[in-house]
């Protein structure tokens, strides 16, 4: 990953528009980038010698190219450049999050929201790493990525609940139940991003696996091991050391001797 700062000059015409009107500009077009996934985490916007300066992290060096552009990023900067010079600077590599996958054309991807904020939940099966998601194609026929990214930040946000204590079969269950509304979600995003990457995805179910004493248990209601069989049909897993998959089912989870050999257990 890297960290890049977008410099934004004014243009002799810029004291046309308000220091919030430019802040609105300069702020829509960065979330048309993050919705595309051409930039990722969150972003610091300041102005310092009256020009406005945007602090990315961009998953790719080459992410902010037009090439990788939405018709939204299009519009945005465009709007953008009738008021400011752009500049990009690069500022170094970020040591926060995982490199992203750079694989040609991976094997098979997997959904999961297990990764640093912003960061892309599409995994490549075979390096393991983030896929930026401006490389891969829309699904449905849209535009932008947000339905994924608004998935991963729902799942998140259950996630966070779940471990600051508030746990409940509410938030197990959204976890952990394939019937639950986020799971379900989940899934037709596999199956749509499937279609248009020809190539497996499976969808990563979560299983809490730590020991917990009996009124803990009670309290969920559900089995908290790695079950011996897909949940869905049934079948053997396929445990290929890291995970456990359900090819059948596009399933995935933790392997237990993988968690095991590295004291998660």
């Given at each position: 990953?890297y960290?890049?700062k977008?410099?934004?000059?004014?243009k002799?015409?810029?004291?046309?528009?308000?220091n919030?009107?430019?802040?609105d500009?300069?702020?829509d077009y960065y979330?048309?980038?993050?919705?595309?996934?051409?930039?990722?985490?969150?972003s610091?916007i300041?102005?310092?010698?009256g020009?406005?300066?945007?602090?990315?992290?961009?998953?790719?060096?080459?992410?902010?190219?037009?090439?990788n552009?939405?018709?939204?990023?299009?519009e945005?900067i465009?709007?953008?450049?009738?008021f400011?010079?752009i500049d990009?600077?690069?500022e170094?590599?970020?040591?926060?999050?995982?490199?992203?996958?750079m694989?040609?054309?991976p094997?098979?991807?997997?959904l999961?929201n297990?990764?640093s904020?912003?960061e892309s939940?599409?995994?490549?099966?075979?390096?393991l790493?983030?896929?930026?998601?401006?490389?891969?194609?829309?699904?449905?026929?849209?535009s932008d990525?947000?339905?994924?990214?608004?998935?991963?930040?729902?799942?998140?946000a259950?996630?966070?609940?779940?471990?600051y204590?508030?746990?409940?079969?509410?938030?197990?269950?959204?976890?952990?139940?394939l019937?639950?509304?986020?799971n379900?979600?989940?899934?037709k995003?596999?199956?749509?991003?499937?279609?248009?990457?020809?190539?497996?995805?499976?969808y990563?179910?979560?299983?809490?696996?730590?020991?917990?004493?009996e009124?803990?248990?009670?309290?969920?209601?559900?089995?908290?091991?790695?079950?011996?069989?897909?949940p869905?049909?049934?079948?053997?897993?396929?445990d290929d050391?890291?995970?456990?998959?359900?090819?059948?089912c596009r399933?995935?989870t933790?392997?237990?001797?993988?968690?095991k050999?590295?004291?998660?257990?």
């Amino acid at each position: 990953m890297y960290n890049y700062k977008l410099k934004f000059m004014k243009k002799e015409n810029a004291d046309e528009i308000s220091n919030e009107n430019a802040y609105d500009l300069i702020n829509d077009y960065y979330n048309t980038l993050r919705s595309n996934g051409q930039v990722i985490g969150g972003s610091d916007i300041f102005e310092n010698q009256g020009s406005i300066f945007v602090s990315v992290v961009l998953p790719t060096a080459d992410s902010l190219m037009e090439a990788n552009n939405s018709i939204y990023v299009d519009e945005r900067i465009k709007k953008v450049k009738e008021f400011f010079e752009i500049d990009i600077v690069y500022e170094g590599n970020n040591i926060e999050y995982d490199n992203s996958c750079m694989c040609d054309k991976p094997s098979w991807y997997y959904l999961c929201n297990e990764r640093s904020i912003g960061e892309s939940p599409l995994i490549c099966g075979d390096c393991l790493n983030p896929v930026p998601l401006y490389r891969v194609p829309y699904i449905r026929n849209e535009s932008d990525h947000n339905r994924i990214l608004n998935w991963q930040e729902a799942k998140k946000a259950i996630n966070s609940l779940w471990f600051y204590g508030l746990w409940d079969k509410f938030t197990y269950g959204e976890n952990v139940l394939l019937k639950s509304k986020l799971n379900r979600e989940g899934r037709k995003l596999c199956r749509e991003l499937e279609k248009v990457l020809n190539t497996p995805v499976y969808y990563f179910i979560y299983y809490i696996c730590w020991p917990m004493d009996e009124e803990t248990k009670a309290l969920k209601g559900l089995p908290l091991e790695v079950p011996k069989s897909c949940p869905q049909c049934g079948g053997e897993w396929i445990d290929d050391t890291k995970f456990c998959k359900c090819e059948k089912c596009r399933l995935i989870t933790d392997s237990p001797v993988w968690k095991k050999e590295r004291n998660l257990l």
